[in-house]
């Protein structure tokens, strides 16, 4: 894949990234409206669990789906958030250390394993061992998967392939996206061979497979972490939070393929 083609891809990332920032519900009138800001990981999954609360006597709720980065940025710059979930520790641990959380309500919540996908049906599977040939396996495409500089799954990713001895093939052959979901687009419509994605990301789209599982060892546990924004003023903000270790949450996490590590905070 040539430069252009690179740009290409990119691009339409920033396409798609333009569109998961905008809050669902933007529209709606309501005025205790509540703010959850969710890592792009959990689209599908956030939106049930919010429906169920709100079907519970909740407050109507909004979700924005991004990478977990760069919702943290955006709640260090004032973003009036509610809830926020991160794919990982390493964003809420940041806010909790600028004071950007409300105390006590810092919380683990869920747990996740990195794959290896392709297009359906046109790849076999691929042995992940120390060592192993992906960029022979890349041929003339990239290896697509979320922006390491910055993006959970890119950070999880990129651990992996050092410790696989791997990275320093494959670096030059990478094309990070904005989030996770934009990889496992374009994976899907079958614009790279290769896409890292975590496995609830893999079981969503029915257009890509799984041809390799990365062993636990070789990155950072991968942990969601959940907490309330300090400059949320929503009555219901703890409310949410908790509902989200609830035994109604637990089982569409569990049936969306994620692990519930968290008993609350």
């Not at 999880?156 to 320093?168: D, I, N, P, R």
Request: proline share 6%.
């Amino acid at each position: 894949m040539g430069e252009t083609r690179r740009r290409a891809l990119l691009l339409r990332c920033a396409c798609l990234l333009a569109c998961a920032l905008i809050p669902a519900g933007t529209t709606a009138a309501a005025a205790d409206r509540l703010l959850v800001f969710a890592a792009a990981s959990l689209q599908g999954t956030v939106d049930t669990i919010a429906r169920r609360f709100e079907k519970a006597g909740g407050s109507p709720v909004a979700i924005s789906f991004a990478a977990s980065s760069t919702l943290a940025r955006q709640i260090e710059r004032g973003a009036a958030a509610d809830v926020y979930v991160s794919a990982s520790p390493k964003w809420t641990d940041r806010l909790e250390a600028g004071r950007w959380l409300r105390p006590g309500t810092l919380g683990g919540l869920l747990g996740n394993r990195l794959v290896l996908v392709a297009p359906a049906g046109q790849a076999a599977a691929v042995p992940i061992h120390h060592g192993f040939p992906l960029s022979r396996l890349l041929g003339n495409g990239r290896l697509v998967m979320g922006d390491p500089s910055h993006v959970p799954a890119g950070q999880y990713a990129k651990a992996a392939f050092e410790t696989l001895g791997v990275w320093h093939a494959v670096a030059g052959r990478v094309a990070g996206t904005p989030t996770v979901r934009h990889a496992l687009a374009l994976v899907a419509r079958g614009e790279a061979p290769y896409g890292v994605v975590y496995a609830t990301d893999a079981k969503a789209d029915p257009n890509v497979a799984v041809v390799g599982v990365f062993p636990e060892e070789y990155h950072p546990p991968i942990r969601y972490t959940v907490a309330v924004p300090a400059a949320s003023t929503h009555p219901q903000a703890e409310r949410f939070l908790n509902f989200l270790w609830s035994r109604a949450a637990r089982s569409v996490f569990e049936g969306h393929g994620f692990a519930v590590r968290g008993t609350g905070h």
